[in-house]
């Protein structure tokens, strides 16, 4: 299939499919918002069910202290609960 009659969620699930990519990577490859990146994805995953394919997330990840027990495995958040440094890594997602 030619790239220019795939849509964005077909772009995204083959770049995932590809290598582990960050919502905000996905968002500045395919000139969208962060937040509709995540809302794709969240379909993507969605639509794997009936398959044997599998969205697998990589939590956020503090880059000072390691932390990685965060409440939400999805959004980045602003800061470490543990160290409170800012240093807080996207989630990434990647299908196999």
């Known amino acids: 299939m030619r ?3 795939r849509t964005t969620r ?3 699930a083959d770049k995932l499919r590809e290598e582990p ?3 905000g990577a996905l968002a500045n490859e395919f000139e969208v918002r962060t937040t509709t990146a995540l809302d794709h994805v ?3 995953s969605q639509s794997l069910e009936p398959t044997d394919e599998t969205l697998l997330v990589a939590p956020p990840t503090c880059e000072d202290c ?3 027990d965060f ?4 959004n980045r958040p602003a800061r470490c ?3 409170k ?3 807080v890594a996207e989630p990434t997602f990647v299908i196999e």
């Open 71 to 74: 409440d939400d495995l999805v």
């Open 3 to 5: 790239e220019a009659s």
């Open 66 to 68: 390691g932390f990685d």
């Open 42 to 44: 969240e379909h993507i």
């Open 81 to 83: 609960p543990e160290c």
């Open 85 to 87: 440094s800012e240093a």
């Open 10 to 12: 077909q772009r995204i």
């Open 21 to 23: 990519t960050a919502a």
